[in-house]
């Protein structure tokens, strides 16, 4: 087992991001192979995308609400709702509300 303290974990830049802070709290570094998880704070106007990235992701929100949009469709995720980002999938994030939203994110690491 590998126990990592959440002050212990170091900030990232993200490509095509805006408005955030990102905690890296598993990576691999830490000899994990097959993914990544952070802890990703948006601002009210903040987001990502739209792009799309060679792995699959998850989403989970953990306070506030988020905006996702695929193929011109919009998700609005709340408090303990995930969603699956396919690899090559294009997909954009938008907090809307006047609140920050924490959201947990696991990505699959490239091969």
Known sequence: MQVKRFKDAKTYEAA?????????????????????????????????GPDAGPVEKTYTIL??????????????????????IAAGESREIINRGNSVVTMLVAVEMPK
């Open 16 to 48: 095509n991001h805006r408005g955030y802070t990102s905690f890296a709290l598993i990576n691999k570094p830490e000899s994990i192979k097959n993914f990544t998880v952070g802890l990703s704070h948006f601002l009210p106007g903040g987001g990502a």
């Open 63 to 84: 306070a506030g609400e988020l905006t996702i949009i695929i193929d011109g469709k919009e998700t609005v995720l709340g408090p303990l709702d995930s969603c699956y």
